[in-house]
């Protein structure tokens, strides 16, 4: 069976699997300095945001996204005060952040300021709280960003980038890490997309072994479905300077006074549980069959 | 983008979605009294198995979907000997129950012999425990093998599924809950796949009220991912006799002496946790945006 061409279709050709969702129109298309830039509407999954002909996200599910790769990492940390996002240009981390009432300043650092722009008009939602006077957003390069920071200024960075090829390659390297590292307080929280479970595992295992080797004392990926996103199943892995894996302040998680759609206490600890072919290294279920 | 004519597409037209698996041949293919069989081979998931043009299973991620559709339910009873699978004409339900030393009968009711018959061609992974003298094959209708049932034969029913379209849909009604209750004993459990916690939330909510209607004490449902299903994220719910909501024999599932890919102690306690939309109840997460 064949789809029509009213059909967005994302194909994960290493994988030999492909995601499509049917289209009513293109709202927007554009070719920024950096990457090819459309906006879908879509017949079930509302509007849909590519880069590069690869979905970044869909207004029915992008929920699950920007709660597990924020709330975790900002629960995981005792005050978080100062946090960074790198990429996140669709400001949906930056909007799950500033729902902590304790986060004074968020900086966010995406290069590509024209994503932020076509966000602000076709994804308002979630560009709901860039006029916080706690967000600043800055359209520069992340790397340089993170290297020119003051050591300890940030409690918690969120890696909320795209797949590791091409230029978001580098944001997946130890040096990076390192530099992270730096940039942390000494109770400072890293945390970074990381793949799918299903078709990426090893390289899960291999950003902890990086973040353990540029410094960082403990390592915990997180695990939560992404139906948009290759495989439908998605993961963070977080990364402690001061080594407390897995505690997190569950009673304030319990009694956050801000809504989600996906996120609680229970889902928090719930997705910190690794599937028995992580638990044992493998980073992949086998070979198929 | 456009998809040719050798990938394998499955349209969720309701959901406005579809995915698509690349495939090399197809192995298989024929119409039973019941419907359309085929097995393909694809590039990056093994083998395909479809009935009526729906994924059924892949060889890469099917084992998901059978651990947490038997072990869950199994741990959850003190000690259940007598086990019924209702469908799963794969086996590979069969094949998770018998891993369980105390299992001394495994009934499966398959109304369409032809699919056995080509899973043990196709799939021999899957019916590996086929001969095992616990383990009884029955090619017939499953509800009339559970009204016919005497009281209290079994300790854990499983029903393992298609969709609930046509046949199919009267698997996800009251009066046969209310027949698997009376199979079931003081202790039983009934475990159904209940669809896409994404798509089908609601229905999930709608399952679980009829098992109580049919006379169950609790209920709970258990989400995991499963690539190869509609969004990538599908959920079982089980219906208990005595109530026991939650309670499971963890000690046991520590320490179990078979070899699993996705369950394991923690995560059965981890799929148990309800995503904060389906635990206020709303069935789904937010009208799409």
Excluded at 92 to 110: I, Q, W
Excluded at 124 to 153: H, Q, T, Y
Excluded at 203 to 209: D, E
Aim: glycine share 8%.
């Amino acid at each position: 069976m064949t789809l029509d061409d009213s059909w967005f279709t994302e194909i994960y050709d290493e994988q030999g699997a492909a995601f499509s969702l049917s289209t009513t129109s293109r709202l927007h298309e554009e070719r920024s300095t950096y990457q090819h830039i459309e906006v879908f509407e879509t017949r079930g999954f509302g509007r849909l945001l590519t880069l590069d002909g690869m979905v970044m996200l869909t207004g029915r599910d992008n929920f699950i996204y920007h709660e597990m790769m924020t709330h975790p990492a900002l629960f995981s940390h005792a005050a978080p005060k100062k946090v960074l996002i790198i990429g996140g240009g669709d400001c949906g981390c930056l909007l799950e952040v500033l729902k902590h009432p304790g986060v004074e300043r968020a900086d966010l650092a995406d290069i590509d300021e024209r994503v932020t722009r076509v966000c602000e008009q076709y994804f308002p939602e979630l560009c709901a709280s860039n006029d916080d006077p706690r967000a600043f957003l800055n359209f520069a390069d992340g790397i340089k960003w993170v290297e020119d920071a003051p050591g300890g200024a940030y409690d918690v960075i969120i890696i909320d980038s795209t797949d590791p090829v091409g230029q978001a390659a580098r944001l997946f390297a130890q040096e990076f890490y390192a530099a992270c590292f730096h940039a942390l307080g000494a109770d400072g929280i890293l945390v970074v997309q990381s793949e799918s479970p299903l078709f990426h595992g090893e390289l899960i295992h291999a950003i902890a072994g990086r973040m353990r080797g540029a410094g960082f004392a403990s390592t915990e990926s997180l695990y939560y479905p992404q139906c948009s996103y290759p495989s439908g199943w998605w993961s963070a892995t977080m990364a402690r300077r001061d080594g407390r894996r897995h505690w997190f302040r569950e009673s304030d998680a319990g009694a956050k006074r801000f809504a989600t759609r996906y996120y609680n206490a229970g889902i928090h600890r719930a997705a910190l549980t690794e599937p028995e072919f992580m638990a044992q290294g493998a980073g992949r279920p086998d070979a198929p069959r």
